[in-house]
């Protein structure tokens, strides 16, 4: 025994069980480390500042824009762009800049409400689906599949055309938009949530917990979900670049809102058929969307890439 | 390989049998009424039970849809509201001019996203590798209807004046016209694409370049396009293939607007004429086969790579 000892590498002794303060980064400042790196990324402050004129513009419209985005009187239709009217004006004689900037709002009083409930409802259904396995991940994993092999737009237009059946035309409320957007969120939110979840599911604190007796909503609610939290930071923020497709989208082919609203995509429907004559009524809209949309995607690009490291 | 086929394809039925279920209930129970919806807030109780019952939607709902599944597999997708012609009349020659505007857009894309792919990767971290990468990111996220409409200013009657803004009649005209007029859409779907197949072509030649075995090619002495060419890009593109099949079903919902935008009548287009007069039969018709569209080129995809991948033919065997 004593002969072997002396060939035993000599190991550091942890006294009390304490790591030394230096190797163990608390949370906390991990997290400051994170918001840190992201908040340096250029991408991520092009994006933000895009993302925050639009914010600004969808709540503070009106008082930006310099004329009445649904006043008619100006001068004839379809007036190209001058020192007065930057963007023109569109067939009906308004004034473009003023409307690109109050349609900002039909978009974003929608978007994010309709990502945060697809990634919420996704949440709980992924954590359900990764904790419990079996015939339970079975069946809801094959209905997500059925779900999933429809277009977002394809889907809903057929539950916002199926819920507004018993009334005239087609009516469509924000409510409805984030109800539907946000539901037709929740499969592929629950996917990516249930893989994350997978590899938690046999980590060593989810089986302590078990042995401890903790009831099934605990373990995945205050045990697993605080350490799947990454991927659905990442998903919230694709999700929110994929809502704002996805209303702008809805609201080109008549599911948003109506005339004399200003909106982008309603913009661009009402005045295409003269875009020979008109450019100006259908390019300016197109940009705004564009903006937005790639500005969020910037955001979702460097926050997907900071967590992942 | 045999056995790999059967349960794949028995996967996709069932979930192609779910999705019919979800669709009916969608498009049969969430509207209310038919007999209703059709006649309007005018007709007499006794003619709207009178349309249900020619309709036959007075029966239980597992009877009608069993009913309308067992059609459905013979290619009948039932009769319009509206004046009682079977679907498939406008559907199949819809579906026809929709796969038509699909292949056209992958034709234009596919070839260009694997270059940009491959010549990104090989540049990797550099410059032009960045710029293909958040070119790529940016159009794959734009809506289609907005790079649509852009494209049309630029190159439609407003200034360049090549190609027409609108694709909708002239399916009957020449083959060239055709293409002609529908330039503008294909491109406005293959931009979209171009994201996504670029994507994966460059991760997939990033796993090549970085692999054993073309290391080994190398230190073998033989030339850098062999390299390439043999050992590198045949695996590289294994991947890309299932991205290209998966963004086929995918292409759909674009489809949508970019068929409403240049009023071609194809199968988004009709989805949304169908929606718009709350042609039910129609609507769910159309949805129907744009699941089908999807399972079937996923699962083209997934035989496709297994049968390219000696891996997969091999170990799924026995």
Aim: hydrophobic content about 55%.
């Amino acid at each position: 025994m004593s002969s072997l000892s002396g060939n035993v590498p000599e190991l550091p002794v942890i006294v009390e069980g304490r790591v030394p303060a230096a190797q163990l980064d608390s949370p906390s400042r991990v997290r400051r480390d994170t918001l840190r790196q992201i908040l340096r990324s250029p991408t991520f402050v092009i994006g933000a500042l895009v993302t925050l004129f639009w914010v600004a513009c969808a709540l503070f419209g009106e008082s930006i824009a310099p004329h009445d985005p649904i006043d008619e009187s100006f001068e004839a239709s379809y007036v190209s762009p001058s020192w007065d009217f930057p963007f023109g004006l569109d067939r009906n004689g308004r004034d473009i800049v003023s409307r690109v900037i109050v349609g900002s709002r039909s978009v974003l009083e929608v978007a994010p409400a309709a990502s945060i409930l697809g990634v919420v409802l996704g949440s709980l259904l992924g954590l359900v689906m990764g904790y419990f396995g079996g015939w339970v991940d079975n069946v809801i994993g094959r209905v997500i599949d059925a779900i999933l092999a429809i277009p977002l737009i394809v889907l809903a237009i057929l539950v916002l055309t199926a819920l507004s059946a018993s009334s005239e035309g087609i009516s469509i409320s924000p409510l409805k938009l984030i109800m539907v957007v946000g539901l037709a969120f929740t499969p592929i939110v629950a996917r990516t949530v249930r893989s994350a979840v997978l590899v938690e599911r046999d980590l060593d604190y989810v089986q302590a917990a078990k042995l401890r007796g903790e009831r099934a909503p605990y373990i995945m609610l205050a045990e697993i979900l605080p350490n799947v939290m990454g991927p659905i930071i990442v998903e919230l923020t694709v999700r929110l670049g994929y809502a704002v497709f996805a209303v702008a989208t809805l609201a080109f082919l008549g599911y948003g809102p109506q005339p004399p609203t200003p909106d982008w995509g309603l913009e661009i429907a009402e005045q295409y058929a003269d875009v020979s004559l008109a450019w100006w009524a259908v390019v300016f809209p197109a940009l705004a969307i564009a903006s937005l949309v790639v500005a969020i995607n910037l955001i979702a690009d460097t926050v997907q890439q900071v967590l992942d490291q | 390989m045999l056995r790999y086929i059967a349960n794949r394809v028995a996967l996709g039925l069932v979930s192609l049998l779910l999705l019919s279920m979800m669709i009916y209930a969608a498009a049969q129970v969430l509207p209310g009424n038919p007999g209703r919806l059709v006649l309007g807030r005018e007709a007499t109780a006794g003619a709207v039970e009178e349309f249900n019952r020619s309709l036959g939607v007075d029966r239980p709902l597992p009877v009608r849809y069993a009913d309308w599944l067992s059609d459905a597999v013979r290619g009948d997708f039932g009769s319009n509201y509206t004046d009682g012609r079977p679907v498939t009349d406008d559907l199949i020659p819809a579906l026809q001019k929709s796969l038509f505007l699909a292949l056209f857009a992958f034709v234009i894309c596919i070839p260009f996203s694997i270059l940009a792919g491959v010549f990104a990767a090989m540049r990797r971290g550099r410059a032009e590798d960045r710029a293909i990468t958040v070119t790529g990111l940016s159009l794959a996220v734009i809506p289609e209807f907005v790079l649509g409409a852009v494209l049309v200013t630029v190159f439609g009657p407003a200034f360049l004046g090549w190609f027409p803004g609108i694709a909708g009649t002239l399916f009957e005209a020449s083959f060239l016209t055709k293409l002609d007029s529908l330039f503008l859409p294909a491109l406005a779907l293959a931009l979209v694409l171009f994201g996504y197949i670029a994507r994966m072509a460059r991760a997939g030649t990033i796993e090549a370049l970085d692999a054993d075995y073309t290391r080994t090619a190398t230190l073998k002495g033989l030339g850098r396009r062999q390299v390439l060419g043999r050992h590198v890009l045949r695996n590289a593109l294994l991947p890309t293939i299932a991205v290209i099949a998966t963004n086929m079903g995918y292409l759909f919902g674009g489809i949508v607007a970019i068929e409403r935008l240049f009023g071609y009548p194809g199968v988004g287009f009709l989805t949304l004429q169908s929606a718009t007069i709350k042609n039910f039969p129609m609507l769910q018709a159309c949805v129907l086969i744009i699941g089908i569209v999807y399972f079937a080129a996923t699962l083209a995809g997934d035989l496709l790579i297994s049968a390219l991948n000696p891996r997969i033919r091999l170990t799924r065997q026995g």
